[in-house]
C-alpha cells in the first residue's frame, strides 16, 4: 500500500540558509500534519492542513512556512535556518480530522544544519 | 490543555519474558489513546488505540494494551518479547471536544535483551 513520501531524506544546511521539505500524503488523505522531533524529544506539533487550507498550528517558528497545494502534498519552507532547526521532520497524514483516527506517518526528512 | 506522560525513559526485558511500558494521560472530555512505534531512522508506525469499548485493546504485532479510566492509564504490554520488539514507543492522546491534533509523550525506549 502506498505510504506517506518525504523528500529529501536528508539535508544539509548553512546557517542563515533555507530550505524546503516536501510531503505526499496517502492518496485521498487530505489532511497533512508536520511535526520535528529534535535528538531524543517526543515529536513536536509544527502546523497541520485540511483540504489545503491551514487547520492548526503548533509551535511553528515564525521563520517557518508551509502550504498544501491542489493535489494534497504539503511542502514546509524554513529560512534563515539556525543550528537549532537540526532535527527530524516528519509529516504524517490522515483522512478527515478526527480525533479517532490514527496518523500515517512518513520516513522523516533529517536536517542537519552547521 | 491535554499532555500524556511516559514515566520511564527505558525498559528492558529479556526476551521471551512479559513486557509493560507505562503511559499515564491527562484530558479534558473522553481520551483518545494511542501507541506508537518507531524504529531508527524511520517514521512512526501506529501499533493500536483505545476510542470506546472494551478496555483491553489488541494491536500490531501481539501488543495490547489496557485502558484504565480510573487510573488515568493506557500501559502498552506484551505477553512475550521478541528481540525485534526494540524500539522506541510513544504514547498519545486526543479527546472528544479537544482537539484533533494528538499530543504525544517524550517516549520509552524498548531493549530486548537476548
Known amino acids: 500500500a502506498a505510504g506517506v513520501i518525504q523528500s529529501p531524506r536528508h539535508l544539509i544546511k548553512e546557517k542563515r540558509e533555507t530550505a524546503t521539505l516536501k510531503c505526499y500524503p496517502i492518496p485521498r488523505h487530505d489532511t497533512v500534519y508536520w511535526y520535528q522531533q529534535g535528538p531524543g524529544q517526543d515529536p513536536q506539533f509544527l502546523i497541520s492542513?485540511?483540504?489545503?487550507?491551514?487547520?492548526d498550528k503548533g509551535s511553528i517558528p515564525d521563520r517557518f512556512s508551509a502550504q498544501q497545494f491542489s493535489d494534497y502534498h504539503s511542502e514546509l519552507n524554513m529560512s534563515s535556518l539556525e543550528l537549532g532547526d537540526s532535527a527530524l521532520y516528519f509529516c504524517?497524514?490522515?483522512?478527515?480530522?478526527?480525533?479517532?483516527?490514527?496518523?500515517?506517518f512518513g520516513e522523516g526528512s533529517r536536517l542537519t544544519v552547521l | 490543555a491535554q499532555s500524556v506522560a511516559q514515566p520511564e525513559d527505558q525498559v528492558n526485558v529479556a526476551e521471551g519474558n512479559p513486557l509493560t511500558v507505562k503511559c499515564t494521560y491527562s484530558?479534558?472530555?473522553?481520551?483518545?489513546l494511542f501507541w506508537y512505534v518507531q524504529y531508527p531512522n524511520r517514521g512512526l508506525q501506529f501499533l493500536l488505540k483505545?476510542?470506546?469499548?472494551?478496555?483491553l485493546v489488541k494491536g500490531s504485532y501481539g501488543f495490547e494494551a489496557e485502558f484504565n479510566k480510573s487510573q488515568t492509564s493506557f500501559h502498552l504490554k506484551k505477553p512475550s518479547a521478541l528481540v525485534s520488539d526494540s524500539a522506541l514507543y510513544f504514547c498519545a492522546v486526543s479527546a472528544s471536544g479537544g482537539s484533533y491534533i494528538p499530543t504525544f509523550g517524550r517516549g520509552t525506549s524498548l531493549i530486548v535483551h537476548p
Open positions: 484530558v479534558s472530555g473522553n481520551p483518545y
Open positions: 483505545y476510542i470506546t469499548g472494551d478496555n
Open positions: 504524517a497524514s490522515s483522512l478527515g480530522r478526527v480525533n479517532t483516527g490514527e496518523l500515517f
Open positions: 492542513f485540511y483540504e489545503k487550507m491551514q487547520s
